[in-house]
């Protein structure tokens, strides 16, 4: 495949992981990453972290240098945003007009933050990307009360931080505890009296109808009838894959391109889509999968890198699902499925300060289906060669977690 | 070509040991080390692909790759 070119669109984890990887496994012909934001490659996870909080600088969120993309033979265009896709001419188009021939095409176009549905005038923001962020710090630094709506991944996290930063902070959610979507009540209990004894309002159970005002001065009318009032509104409900703009390409796009097992778009062999806008059909599960997490978007890139260079040995793509999250002094870590309900069993203390813990999910049958974590990543690692394996008995797998040493959580300076 | 572990940075996600578990151990706490193959910072010839699929792998950037063995980063 030397005479070949592999077009990445998409400048992010998905896209930057793919170009590397497709290195790592011998291809030497042309890559070019095109990206529509002008900044160089940046990692997410931060952005509602160290970013947020103005502990780390851009520079900290590398994913690539210049330097080491020009040492890899990885072309960057940044700041120009592919527009159409032509899979029978092979082409791409980009906003300046120019166009692209590509032998090879990954969609690594990602999400973008739900839009709030609550127009306002100004204040109400989201976080997705860095001009997203550098907004919010913006009208954070005038100060004042903040209400996050959502209490997923990214509003909960983005609550600590900016409670954080001494600002009165008031977190709503029409779901009954933080990250429902990932973690039960027996974790999003004691995680929402982790916030509450920072000092946090939490408003679950209650939704928003609507927001009215301007940036420093707004009013978030809740369902319950009560109103708040903020200087600044943080929306996180959630995100939406960016493949409008495949729209009249022909292939099948479903809240994400549709992929077959290998992470091919089903109506081409030279499409791929790799990280938060790609829908593939996971062998393990019935129905196609989409995920939003940083390690699927890495792991899907080297698949996705080592079936296109060895078409003869095709690997079906099926990860186990891997999601930290940074909140106060919570280490959160999730493995495999933990919001299905059924049994589990907690090893360690949630309430305790600072928290170590392990919950540890068994299913139907008595074996082991995922564990969350929080400050205690060796019950984590462990957990995850257990699911790696598979078919562990969880009588037998709560002994094991309960016998690692019980050495007390490390030194803050870490 | 060098590699360290930044343990400042390392928040015990388990990646690069599970990835490549010759080149780099675990200690109690589930945090990375290098381990007896790279115990030097030296990466040993021909493993340097699993040693940039540990790093790319490494959600804090904690694995710290220089490309070319020169001298001492710090
Ligand atoms: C604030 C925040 C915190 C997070 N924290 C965590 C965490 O703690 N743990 C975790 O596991 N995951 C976390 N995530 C999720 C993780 O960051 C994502 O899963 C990951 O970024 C997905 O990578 P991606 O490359 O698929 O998509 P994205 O990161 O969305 O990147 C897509 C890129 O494509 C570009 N693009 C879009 N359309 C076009 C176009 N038409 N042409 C050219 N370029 C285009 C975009 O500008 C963007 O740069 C977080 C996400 C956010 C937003
Ligand atoms: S992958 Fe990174 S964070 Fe995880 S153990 Fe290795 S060095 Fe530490």
Redesign the pocket.
């Known amino acids: 495949m030397t005479t070949e070119t592999v077009v990445v669109?998409?400048?992010?984890?998905?896209?930057?992981?793919t170009a590397q990887a497709l290195r790592r496994e011998g291809f030497a012909g042309r890559i070019v990453l095109?990206?529509?934001?002008p900044h160089e490659?940046?990692?997410?996870?931060?952005?509602?972290?160290q970013y947020?909080a103005g502990e780390w600088e851009l520079d900290r969120l590398a994913l690539i240098t210049p330097e080491a993309a020009a040492s890899a033979e990885i072309e960057l265009r940044l700041g120009?945003?592919?527009?159409r896709l032509d899979v029978a001419a092979r082409q791409v188009l980009?906003?300046d007009g120019t166009a692209l021939d590509f032998d090879h095409i990954v969609v690594?176009?990602?999400?973008?933050?739900r839009p709030s549905p609550w127009p306002a005038d100004s204040g109400v923001h989201v976080?997705?990307?860095l001009a997203d962020?550098d907004a919010l710090r913006a009208d954070l630094a005038t100060g004042g009360a903040v209400v996050v709506v959502g209490g997923g991944?990214?509003g909960a996290?983005?609550a600590a931080t900016i409670r954080t930063l001494g600002h009165a902070v008031t977190v709503v959610d029409p779901l009954a505890t933080p990250l429902a979507r990932l973690v039960g009540p027996e974790v999003g209990r004691p995680l929402e009296e982790l916030h509450r004894r920072h000092g946090v309002d939490t408003r679950f159970g209650v939704g928003v109808e609507g927001i009215d005002g301007s940036a420093g001065n707004l009013a978030v009318r809740l369902t319950d009838g009560s109103t708040l009032s903020a200087a600044t509104v943080l929306v996180g409900i959630g995100?939406v894959p960016?493949d409008?703009?495949l729209a009249d390409s022909g292939l099948l796009v479903d809240n994400g391109v549709v992929c077959d097992r290998y992470c091919r778009a089903v109506d081409s062999e030279r499409v791929w889509a790799?990280?938060?806008?790609?829908r593939w059909q996971d062998p393990r599960y019935p129905a196609d999968v989409r995920?939003?997490?940083?390690?699927?978007?890495v792991e899907?890139a080297a698949a996705v890198a080592h079936n296109m260079v060895h078409p003869d040995d095709l690997q079906p793509y099926s990860p186990l699902e891997?999601?930290?999250?940074?909140q106060y002094d919570w280490k959160l870590q999730i493995v495999g499925h933990a919001a299905r309900g059924g049994r589990y069993e907690v090893v360690g203390d949630l309430g305790s300060d600072p928290a170590r813990a392990a919950v540890l999910y068994s299913d139907d049958d008595g074996r082991l289906i995922g564990s969350v974590t929080v400050n205690w990543p060796k019950s984590l690692v462990t957990s995850r060669r257990a699911l790696t394996a598979g078919d562990v008995d969880f009588e037998q797998f709560v002994e094991q977690i309960k016998a690692l040493p019980a050495k007390p959580p490390a030194p803050a300076a870490r | 070509m060098k590699v360290q572990i930044d343990a400042q940075l390392c928040q015990g996600h388990g990646r690069c040991y599970d990835l490549a578990p010759d080149l780099f151990g675990e200690d109690d706490e589930g945090y990375a080390t290098l381990t007896a193959l790279t115990a030097d910072g030296i990466v040993p010839e021909g493993r340097e692909g699993d040693i940039r699929l540990a790093a790319a792998n490494c959600?804090e950037s904690a694995v710290l790759v220089l490309e070319e063995a020169l001298n001492d980063r710090r």
């Open positions: 669109v998409g400048s992010s984890t998905g896209g930057v992981r095109v990206g529509e934001e490659p940046y990692d997410k996870p931060p952005l509602s972290k947020l120009v945003a592919a527009v980009l906003a690594a176009t990602g999400a973008a933050a976080i997705r990307t962020v991944v990214v996290e983005a995100a960016n409008g703009w790799v990280g938060d806008v790609a995920l939003e997490h940083w390690t699927n978007a899907q891997y999601v930290w999250s940074d | 959600p």
